[in-house]
């Protein structure tokens, strides 16, 4: 089972950029699909970009689409959050997940289906405000 291990969120004003990071080990990433998911206080957890990582196929939630970019680093095993143009909507912890690829067909289809996801991290808190 793949493992990972989120970092880099924080407390930024909007309008910054701030990049999340999923560091990953125990397996090729290549076999898996990477989600990354937020939770708002109060509210249920969502998916926000989700990447096959057989192909890069990639899904943004209409939320952070044209903001938030995901990406990955083979030489680092790392997937990305890139997350610009910050809103304090956009406070939350995140997480990064995995699940073994082919499960579903299209990637928003895999970041709808979040309990699949069999490996998760423990969250890195983000929080937008002045």
């Known amino acids: 089972q793949l493992q990972v291990v989120e970092s880099g969120g924080g407390l930024v004003q909007p309008g910054d950029s701030l990049r999340l990071s999923c560091a990953t080990s125990?397996?090729?990433?290549?076999?898996?699909?990477i989600g990354w998911f937020r939770q708002a206080p109060g509210k249920e957890r969502e998916g926000v970009s989700c990447?096959?990582?057989?192909?890069?196929?990639?899904y943004q939630a209409d939320s952070v689409k044209g903001r938030f970019t995901i990406y990955r680093d083979d030489v680092r095993s790392t997937v990305y959050l890139q997350m610009n143009s910050l809103k304090v909507e956009d406070t939350a912890a995140y997480y990064c997940?995995?699940?073994?690829?082919?499960?579903?067909?299209?990637?928003?289809?895999?970041?709808?289906?979040?309990?699949?996801?069999?490996?998760w991290g423990q969250g890195t808190q983000v929080i937008v405000s002045s």
């Open positions: 997940a995995a699940e073994p690829a082919g499960r579903f067909i299209t990637p928003q289809a895999m970041c709808d289906h979040q309990d699949d996801f069999d490996s």
């Open positions: 125990g397996y090729s990433l290549n076999y898996y699909t």
């Open positions: 990447m096959d990582m057989r192909d890069y196929r990639s």
